[in-house]
């Protein structure tokens, strides 16, 4: 089946050490998103990918960057983990979404829970 | 004022119950309008699409009021199953997509 892996699925960490977490698709989608999602919190978009296009949020710290080396996979790095960064970050993709706006639905992999001691 | 708002709940309601979510948008352009679930500590899941007026996919429907900027979903005949945190989520144009907070409903035996 087609679908959006992540890994690991959790992920311990200590404060200041760099920390990489992966995802990958078999859905050939354009589009690779990056969202942290706390508890009982909406996702927040951190950056996405359109093919090799990068862009960041405005508002996503420097602290966090990204890699799309080809289109199935995507890497994001937390270069000094806070305590703050402890969160679910999941993966999500789409199809390119200025085609039709059925091709905004972005599907999700499993997320990777970050801990930070 | 948020982009996206949910009424966080929780919602209680008994298995059979007929339950209603509203969510309201503030960017007028707009575009697609989804809702997901998730569950606790797992991914979110599509469970709607709202491109038009409304939609409906079995025990569940979907409106839009592009006039009021809202979009609701209900529930009919609650299961056990449907207690969840259900997302509202906004696509307001090129790839900005915004996400609510959620609403998190308890179906109760």
């Known amino acids: 089946d087609a679908m959006v892996i992540q890994n690991p699925r959790y992920q311990v960490t200590q404060f200041g050490k760099p920390v990489t977490l992966s995802c990958s698709q078999t859905l050939n989608h354009n589009v690779m998103y990056w969202y942290q999602q706390k508890s009982s919190q909406a996702p927040k978009l951190l950056f996405h990918?359109?093919?090799?296009?990068?862009?960041n949020e405005a508002d996503t710290p420097d602290n966090f960057q990204s890699r799309r080396p080809n289109t199935s996979f995507c890497f994001l790095d937390i270069r000094s983990p806070g305590l703050g960064d402890a969160a679910m970050y999941l993966c999500?993709?789409?199809?390119?979404?200025?085609?039709?706006?059925?091709?905004?639905?972005?599907?999700f992999g499993p997320g990777t829970r970050l801990t930070v001691l | 004022r948020k982009e996206v708002e949910q009424d966080p709940g929780p919602f209680n309601v008994p298995e059979g119950a007929t339950v209603a979510f509203n969510c309201t948008y503030s960017?007028?352009?707009?575009?697609?309008f989804f809702w997901y679930r998730q569950d606790c500590r797992k991914e979110p899941k599509l469970l709607m699409s709202v491109y038009s007026s409304g939609n409906e996919d079995g025990r569940f429907t979907a409106q839009l009021n592009r006039a009021s900027q809202y979009i609701s979903l209900l529930i009919r005949d609650s299961k056990l199953s449907d207690s969840a945190t259900y997302l509202c989520v906004v696509h307001t144009g090129g790839f900005k997509t915004i996400f609510g907070a959620g609403t998190r409903l308890f179906v109760k035996a």
């Open positions: 999500a993709t789409s199809r390119d979404p200025g085609l039709a706006a059925s091709y905004n639905e972005q599907f």
């Open positions: 990918y359109y093919d090799k296009d990068f862009n």
């Open positions: 960017n007028s352009a707009s575009q697609s």
